[in-house]
Antibody
Framework: QLQLQESGPGPVKPSETLSLTCTVS??????????WGWVRQPPGKGLEWIAA???????YYNPSLKSRVTMSVDTSQNQFSLKMYSVTAADTALYYC????????????WGQGTLVTVSS | QSALTQPPSASGSPGQSVTISCTGT?????????VSWYQQFPGKAPKLIIY???KRPSGVPDRFSGSKSGNTASLTVSRLQAEDEADYYC???????????FGGGTKLTVL
């Protein structure tokens, strides 16, 4: 059974870089039909798509975040990662990693989420 | 402000039906058959309940159904049950420049 598990720093200071990793178990991240992505949810608010990546490195980014985020993939570790630069309090959120079915554009399997708090 | 517009709240009594709308544009909802719906309980990750406008993943009750007309997609929950009380989000493919758009979410209350 496919499972995704986020790991992250917890608290991050404003202007610093947020780094998150998602470890995939139960299937290979190199599967040819899936992308892998990130979605966030500020406390008490709605969901926002951040980015998605293919195992070979092809990426899609939310235009509103594109200038501050980078995704990468490590097939040897069956992991993918997100870096978000110059964070502010507005980036405080629950960050989910999920499997993205590009053929029909949805996230079908989700991790449990990890809370990232940006605070000095 | 979310790219797709959903009503912030909806409600219905047990046994009734309720419909939640999701309005976009011809460049997203209206232009593609890639509308999905997610159910989210407090403190839990979202769960995919509808994809490609009308399809249900395995295990999702047939009380949940999806449809689309023009630039507006809809989720209908029939035969409401207390356990359906949750937040519901729609998404749509938004084109190659903005892959996935989310609605702002609708809180469904079962009276």
């Amino acid at each position: 059974q496919l499972q995704l598990q986020e790991s992250g720093p917890g608290p991050v200071k404003p202007s610093e870089t947020l780094s998150l990793t998602c470890t995939v178990s139960g299937d290979s991240i190199s599967s040819s039909i899936y992308f892998w992505g990130w979605v966030r949810q500020p406390p008490g608010k709605g969901l926002e798509w951040i980015a998605a990546i293919y195992y070979s490195g092809g990426t899609y980014y939310n235009p509103s975040l594109k200038s501050r985020v980078t995704m990468s993939v490590d097939t040897s570790q069956n992991q993918f990662s997100l870096k978000m630069y110059s964070v502010t309090a507005a980036d405080t959120a629950l960050y989910y990693c999920a499997r993205y079915v590009r053929a029909v554009d949805n996230f079908d399997i989700w991790g449990q989420g990890t809370l990232v708090t940006v605070s000095s | 402000q979310s790219a797709l517009t959903q009503p912030p709240s909806a409600s219905g009594s047990p046994g009734q039906s309720v419909t939640i709308s999701c309005t976009g544009t011809s460049g997203d909802v209206g232009g593609y058959a890639y509308v999905s719906w997610y159910q989210q309980f407090p403190g839990k990750a979202p769960k995919l309940i509808i994809y490609e406008v009308t399809k249900r993943p395995s295990g999702v009750p047939d009380r949940f159904s999806g449809s689309k007309s023009g630039n507006t997609a809809s989720l209908t929950v029939s035969r409401l049950q207390a356990e359906d009380e949750a937040d519901y989000y729609c998404t749509s493919y938004g084109g190659s420049n903005n892959l996935l758009l989310f609605g702002g979410g609708t809180k469904l209350t079962v009276l």
